[in-house]
């Protein structure tokens, strides 16, 4: 099982932005897609955006326009930069991997993003 480690999390405002990094202990050119998952207060766990090497990625209606995922396979690294954040954008944040179509995902172990006045 591939490790993941999310760091950058944290308290912000309103309309401010924060991005997440996710790195990987295997090499990310031989993994099919990766991409983010957050789970609010009291709410279950909801697809967020993912990315498939060389194809266009894909979000969730909440996030469109607003988070951009990228992918750096020479540093085995994910990013989520989230901008104009809104309190309800409040979650622990999941980077996952899967290594093929058919495989599970490998998941990290999370990080909290507090949007908040």
């Known amino acids: 099982q591939m490790r993941l480690v999310e760091s950058g999390g944290g308290l912000v405002q309103p309309g401010e932005s924060l991005r997440l990094s996710c790195t990987g202990s295997?090499?990310?050119?031989?993994?099919?897609?990766v991409g983010w998952y957050r789970q609010p207060p009291g709410k279950q766990r909801e697809f967020i955006a993912s990315v498939v090497s060389a194809d266009t990625p894909d979000y969730a209606d909440s996030v469109k326009g607003r988070f951009t995922i990228t992918r750096d396979n020479a540093k085995n690294t994910m990013y989520l930069q989230m901008d104009n954040l809104k309190p309800e954008d409040t979650a622990v944040y999941y980077c996952?991997?899967?290594?093929?179509?058919?495989?599970?995902?490998?998941w990290g172990q999370g990080i909290q993003v507090t949007v908040s006045s």
């Open positions: 295997e090499d990310f050119t031989t993994i099919y897609v």
């Open positions: 996952y991997a899967r290594r093929r179509v058919i495989d599970d995902n490998d």
